[in-house]
């Protein structure tokens, strides 16, 4: 049975993966490793061993790394333009030919590039971005999707296509969710973070992975957990002892005033109430 991993950020998820998991720009400082158990002792949905940082730091990396507004404008103005040029010429050209797909498929290509090309004649960057939030609660009925090249009217055009079928014919739309026009994934995936709030969560939970033993835990986190509370812990230990300790002498000490204890004798010890004044 497959188990899959993927980024989460707010409503979206990004870099969907099976059986592995991709680390993108986490690092080592970012892992967590935080158990809570059910009844039986196995890990609960609650468990979260991962790697987790804010929206900002994330955001950060990538703008390090060559991805920022200015990139993710050109980028997008390179996507759209492509994909509005290759749509432009393959409907002129299925109008115009015989397709080797029959009938059916050469109606449903030809209405879906009729709905698509006007947007793609006006929509900008600003429009996906303001929209993706939207698209992403979009409720989705599987029977929309009965028949290929699904067109969802919402009475926005924008809206309309970011919430539609995928198109799987088109390079532009390959690496990304919402058909957001891109060259590379990571490009879709700061989008996402741009219009995500600083302090939110960008998190990659592994903890099923790990139960499925098809990677590693992070047993170096809980050994250096329960290394720094090593010392709390021999300390309470030993004020339990020393407690106890305490109470077993008062007790011999209340019978008589010298006592045998390991070899050591105490003398009159001075507990209050033990003794009276003059003995």
């Given at each position: 049975m497959s188990t899959w991993t993927d980024i989460s950020i707010g409503n979206f998820t990004l870099?969907?993966?099976?059986?592995?998991?991709?680390?993108?720009?986490?690092?080592?400082?970012?892992?967590?490793?935080?158990?809570?158990?059910?009844?039986d002792g196995s890990w609960s949905e609650g468990t979260f061993i991962g790697y987790r940082t804010t929206v900002a730091q994330m955001r950060r990396r990538?703008?390090?790394?060559?991805?920022?507004?200015?990139?993710?404008?050109?980028?997008?103005?390179?996507?759209?333009?492509?994909?509005?040029?290759?749509?432009?010429?393959e409907l002129a050209k299925l109008e115009s030919e015989e397709h080797p797909h029959g009938e059916n498929y050469l109606q449903y290509r030809i209405t879906w590039l009729k709905h698509v090309?006007?947007?793609?004649?006006?929509?900008?960057?600003?429009?996906?971005?303001?929209?993706?939030?939207?698209?992403?609660?979009?409720?989705?009925?599987?029977?929309?999707?009965?028949?290929?090249?699904?067109?969802?009217?919402?009475?926005?055009?924008?809206?309309?296509l970011m919430v539609s079928s995928v198109d799987g014919d088109c390079s532009w739309v390959r690496d990304s969710n919402f058909n957001f026009p891109c060259t590379q994934r990571d490009f879709y995936s700061l989008a996402i973070l741009l219009i995500t709030e600083d302090g939110a969560v960008c998190e990659l939970d592994l903890k099923w992975l790990i139960s499925a033993e098809l990677t590693d835990d992070f047993d170096d986190l809980e050994e250096k957990h329960a290394g720094a509370t090593q010392p709390l812990r021999h300390a309470?230990?030993?004020?339990?002892?020393?407690?106890?300790?305490?109470?077993?002498?008062?007790k011999l000490a209340m019978r008589q005033p010298f006592v045998l204890f390991k070899g050591l004798t105490f003398q009159k010890l001075c507990l209050p109430g033990a003794f009276r004044p003059g003995d």
């Open positions: 870099y969907d993966t099976q059986n592995d998991y991709h680390q993108w720009y986490f690092q080592k400082a970012d892992r967590v490793r935080e158990i809570v158990k059910d009844e990538l703008q390090l790394n060559g991805y920022d507004r200015a990139a993710l404008e050109r980028d997008f103005s390179t996507a759209i333009e492509s994909w509005k040029t290759d749509s432009i010429a090309i006007p947007v793609l004649e006006n929509a900008t960057l600003d429009d996906w971005l303001d929209r993706l939030n939207k698209a992403a609660c979009w409720p989705s009925n599987e029977r929309d999707f009965a028949q290929l090249l699904t067109w969802i009217e919402t009475g926005d055009p924008v809206l309309s309470r230990q030993s004020l339990s002892e020393l407690s106890a300790l305490v109470g077993t002498v008062a």
